[in-house]
């Protein structure tokens, strides 16, 4: 694939850099990659397009260093991508998909207590057209698609609560991952060193709670729905 412009705006000043695409989004995902296989020139470009390039001193005064490889990093991780549209395209349906399958798993038709279809939730997203962010997570996206959905279809995210005891050997390890899954509203050490808590947490990611604390702690857990 053709390389295409990363640009990272600092003050009146762009700062651009040639990258591939492909290899550009992994980096920015994982962190992890040769800058050799990402970047297409080391050159840094105050306009590509132009020719111009980039002054060391201005380099020093927007990144703090002078550094190519670690204003490279800097461009593609935190810069703008100038990605193909068909690639954008295919980002971006990806991600509609996916925020839709999260709000049909976390909300319910209040009317029947049953999940919206993917399917439909999609639907009213480009009836009313919802814009999505190929960049961000459907996680950080659903709030915000919600509110704006509501208007057409009845839904509502409905809340359960788990109370949750690991044992000792695996207590420290769980903890992180039972605050990720959702609010804890009560929690204790106990002597023996096991770990309870109450979680409050959407109803529809219940059955992640059972999975990931089922085989973290290869089925000790006790894990009970309560009021």
């Known amino acids: ?58 380099l020093k005064k927007a990144f703090k260093t002078d550094n190519i490889e670690e204003v490279e990093r800097i461009i593609i991780k935190d810069g703008e991508i100038q990605l193909p549209k068909a690639m954008r395209d295919e980002m971006l349906n990806a991600k509609r998909k996916q925020v839709a399958a999260l709000i049909s798993r976390l909300g319910v038709n209040p009317q029947t207590h049953a999940p919206h279809p993917p399917e439909r939730i999609l639907g009213v997203m480009d009836k009313l057209g919802v814009n999505i962010d190929p960049f961000q997570s459907a996680e950080d996206q659903v709030q915000k698609v919600l509110e704006k959905i509501r208007v057409e279809i009845p839904i509502s995210v409905e ?11 695996y207590s420290r390890a769980s903890y992180g ?51």
């Open 1 to 58: 694939m053709e390389p295409v412009i990363a640009r990272f705006k600092r003050g009146k000043d762009n700062f651009e850099i040639l990258v591939y695409p492909k290899e550009a989004l992994d980096f920015r995902k994982s962190g992890v990659g040769e800058l050799s296989n990402i970047v297409a020139t080391d050159e840094i470009y105050l306009n590509v397009k132009d020719g111009k390039k980039a002054p060391h001193p201005d």
């Open 159 to 169: 809340t359960v609560r788990l109370e949750i005891r690991v044992p000792a050997m």
């Open 177 to 227: 991952k039972i605050k990720a899954l959702g609010k804890i509203m009560k929690e204790a050490w106990n002597g023996d060193g096991s770990f309870s808590c109450v979680l409050e947490l959407p109803a529809g990611h219940k059955n992640d709670v059972f999975d990931k604390l089922g085989g973290l702690t290869h089925g000790e857990a006790t894990i009970v729905e309560t009021k």
